[in-house]
């Protein structure tokens, strides 16, 4: 079946704007995850839906950067006010909840460029 | 603190032989554990996995080891081939109630024909 997906694939951007990053989740998956991965980095984790509420945003950098999942499907990431310090891949991944196994599946990323 | 340490940014291997990647960790609290590999502009893919409960999880020519008193684990790729050429992230999960994965900082994999 069809893998997460991400749009945009690549995103360059003025510092001080807005962007949203949009994720498709697997179907029928209930956790979504957003991670952002450095140059030489591990992803790292910034916020956790399961269905259509935040039950985690503990990896949030500051309040410039929010998320939604208005129907419990797909989720937007927004940052506003963007600074050369958000340019990273930011990456979405979904996983089934409730089973013993923990796996979460993760889709290309979008890489964001604030110049 | 890094939580999960992967301190072997890189390995070579040749191909057909063993390739064994490392991770140690230190948070108590982790119960499950991951491996993903990484091609370049795509995402990461899950490989193989382990439970705490369990120290060997075998999956065709991967093998995952964990040693819990030790707080290591590794991955075993056995013959290696040319196509797992990649970065290899090691991730763990903690029992409470945080549900993401913290991985390391990874190790690029070249496997030599």
Redesign the interface.
């Known amino acids: 079946g069809a893998g ?1 997906s ?1 749009t945009p694939s690549n995103k360059v951007t003025e510092k001080g704007k807005y962007v949203e990053l949009r994720c498709d989740p697997i179907s029928g998956h209930t ?1 979504l ?1 957003w ?1 952002r991965q450095s140059l ?6 910034l916020i ?1 839906f ?1 269905g259509t509420g935040a ?2 945003d ?2 949030l950098p500051n309040d410039r950067f929010f998320a939604v999942r208005p129907e419990g499907s797909v989720s937007t990431l927004k940052i506003q006010r963007t600074e050369r310090g958000d340019s990273a891949v930011y ?1 979405c ?1 979904s996983s089934l ?1 409730g089973r ?10 979008t890489r964001l460029t604030v110049t | 603190d890094q939580q ?1 340490k992967q301190n072997s940014p890189s390995l070579s291997v040749q191909e057909g032989r063993i390739s064994i990647l490392n991770c140690d960790y230190t948070n108590s609290m982790f119960d ?1 554990f ?1 491996w ?1 590999k990484k091609y370049p ?6 490989l193989i ?1 382990i ?1 705490s409960i369990k120290d060997k999880n075998e999956d065709g020519r991967f093998t995952v080891f964990l040693n819990k008193s030790a707080k290591h684990l590794s991955l075993h790729i056995v013959p290696s081939q040319p196509g797992d050429s990649a970065v290899y ?1 090691c ?1 763990a ?1 903690s029992s409470g ?10 190790t690029q994999l070249t496997v030599l024909p």
Do not use: I
């Open positions: 997460v991400q956790a995850y991670y030489g980095q591990g992803p790292e984790f956790y399961q039950a985690d503990s990896g990456l991944a909840e013993e196994r923990y796996e979460q599946y993760f889709g290309p990323g | 999960v499950y991951l993903y502009a795509e995402g990461p893919t899950f996995s439970s992230f991730a999960r109630s945080a549900r993401q994965l913290t991985f390391g900082s990874g």
